[in-house]
């Protein structure tokens, strides 16, 4: 019984899957370019001021992750060379 209800799903995955001559006979650029359009015209786009402002908040972040790893590496030198 489990035997055919593993046959079964297999058909029917293998019919929902397109052929070769279904799917158009290989690349087409027209057809991947008209896609990539349809993608593209789906994207929400920031405004001017998102982009300013979150491109503001990137750099800040980074450059308080960059200093507060800078310290931790200064305080772990210091503590090495007074240990050493």
Request: charged share 25%; no cysteine; aromatic share 10%.
């Given at each position: ?14 019919k929902s899957e397109p052929t070769q001559s279904e799917a158009g006979?290989?690349?087409?650029l027209v057809s991947f370019l008209k896609g990539t359009r349809e ?46």
């Amino acid at each position: 019984m489990a035997k055919e209800e593993a046959v079964k799903k297999e058909e029917a995955t293998k019919k929902s899957e397109p052929t070769q001559s279904e799917a158009g006979e290989g690349f087409s650029l027209v057809s991947f370019l008209k896609g990539t359009r349809e993608e593209l015209d789906k994207v929400v786009w920031p405004s001017r001021q998102q982009l300013i402002s979150e491109s503001i908040a990137v750099i800040l972040m980074v450059s308080l992750s960059a200093s507060l790893i800078y310290l931790i590496d200064k305080f772990f030198s210091w503590a090495s060379g007074q240990v050493f």
